[in-house]
């Protein structure tokens, strides 16, 4: 089995021009469009857009965190956001 390992390994996987993540954005709004219509075909513009220019404005990871802050993501063997001391 042969396996591509990619020349720079901290660069993200990209389709065309975007990342792998701005372009999974754009195919589950523009899914919702067809099906819904109405607001989604706004929100297929104006979504990428605002994570465009918020992912160039804040360092990589940013959202990852943001959303652990949030209590919505968990990292992997680490504590909660709000314990305030942490024994290993």
């Given at each position: 089995m042969k396996y591509r390992i990619p020349q720079y390994?901290?660069?993200p996987h990209q389709v065309l021009f975007m990342d792998?993540?701005?372009f999974a954005m754009i195919i589950v709004l523009l899914f919702f469009a067809l099906?819904?219509?109405?607001?989604f075909w706004f929100l297929l513009?104006?979504?990428?857009?605002?994570?465009?220019?918020g992912k160039k404005k804040?360092?990589?990871g940013f959202l990852k965190h943001y959303l652990y802050k949030l209590g919505i993501i968990r990292f992997k063997g680490a504590p909660l956001f709000?314990?305030?001391?942490f024994n290993e």
């Open positions: 390994l901290h660069k792998a993540d701005e099906t819904f219509g109405y607001i513009f104006f979504i990428p857009f605002l994570y465009f220019k804040y360092p990589r709000f314990e305030k001391t």
